[in-house]
């Protein structure tokens, strides 16, 4: 029987696991003797192999010095909740709200995502990231708004990797003309947008309004895929108040069949490229 894929919770931990024992300065030895058992144990399930019982969760987190009660509660909940496949992450003003979403980019080596109102955000200039932000009703305050922007710029970091992940962008008309900003802005968004989308692993189509009904009229959402094979494929579909994580054969074969959709409905790179550019002269 072949050996079931790690759950999103399951890499998480796993992850969670590995970096604090890291951060402790701890050896996967020292991990296996404090919980009495043999280090392959610790190495897999920092692979996301091999599961862990809460006691000895809680026991880790002890011997790694982790002294937020409410943070090693969240590791041990994500132990405990481990095998559930599909959940919803809430968002809040913290910066590790967006962990999960971050952690997938950047282990991802082919990212999908259709963005109809606005430009995507691994493709986004600071001052268009900073207009949309504070159009936010929720008025987030100055230093709040820079943190955010921050966060999306050091994002972007990742296409300038050695072996950067192969990006596809599905972007709607509507995207390039609404002036987020101001022409200024926008006119400078529009110029890195026409620059990134000539790089060899980023791939931008725009999907303009001619085209009709098409299907991706339920909105934004994005599909990443991991190098591992061992881990399946996840979409993420975000909402006003958090993003929803799926990973069931059934959901990620229909969000597939979706963007192959749009890209057969969408304007090729290069006819993308010359209404980016047409978009731009004529602000």
């Keep these: 029987m072949p050996e079931s894929r790690p759950t999103v919770r399951q890499r998480r931990l796993a992850k969670t696991l590995a970096k604090l024992r890291e951060d402790a300065g701890k050896s996967p030895e020292e991990a296996a003797e404090r919980i009495g058992c043999h280090r392959s144990k610790i190495s897999r399930v920092e692979n996301a192999r091999l599961g862990i019982s809460l006691g000895e969760v809680r026991d880790l987190l002890r011997f790694y ?30 910066i590790p709200s967006y962990a999960d979403f971050i952690d997938y980019e950047e282990s991802s080596d082919y990212i999908r995502s259709l963005e109809p109102m606005i430009v995507a955000g691994l493709l986004q200039t600071a001052d268009y990231a900073r207009a949309l932000l504070r159009a936010d009703p929720s008025m987030l305050s100055s230093e ?71 299907a991706g009229v339920m909105g934004t959402f994005v599909l990443f895929t991991f190098p591992t094979p061992a881990f399946s494929d996840i979409v993420c579909v975000e909402h006003r108040t958090g993003n929803l994580y799926m990973e069931t054969p059934e959901d990620i074969d229909a969000y597939t069949i979706t963007f192959d959709s749009l890209r057969s409905a969408a304007l090729s790179p290069a006819e993308s490229l010359d209404m980016i550019n047409r978009v731009k002269r004529d602000l």
């Design 65 to 94: 010095g982790v002294e937020d009660q409410d943070y090693a509660e969240e590791v041990v909940d994500l132990a405990r909740r481990r095998n559930e496949r599909g959940w919803t992450r809430k968002l809040s003003l913290k």
């Design 144 to 214: 709040r708004i820079d943190e955010l922007v921050e966060v999306r710029m050091r994002r972007q970091e990742l296409l300038d990797r050695t072996s950067p992940p192969r990006v596809c962008v599905i972007q709607g008309e509507a995207a390039l003309r609404a002036q987020v900003g101001g022409p200024a802005v926008m006119a400078g968004q529009l110029d890195h947008l026409a620059k990134v989308s000539e790089r060899p692993n980023v791939e931008v189509q725009v999907l303009p309004f001619d085209a009709g009904a098409h």
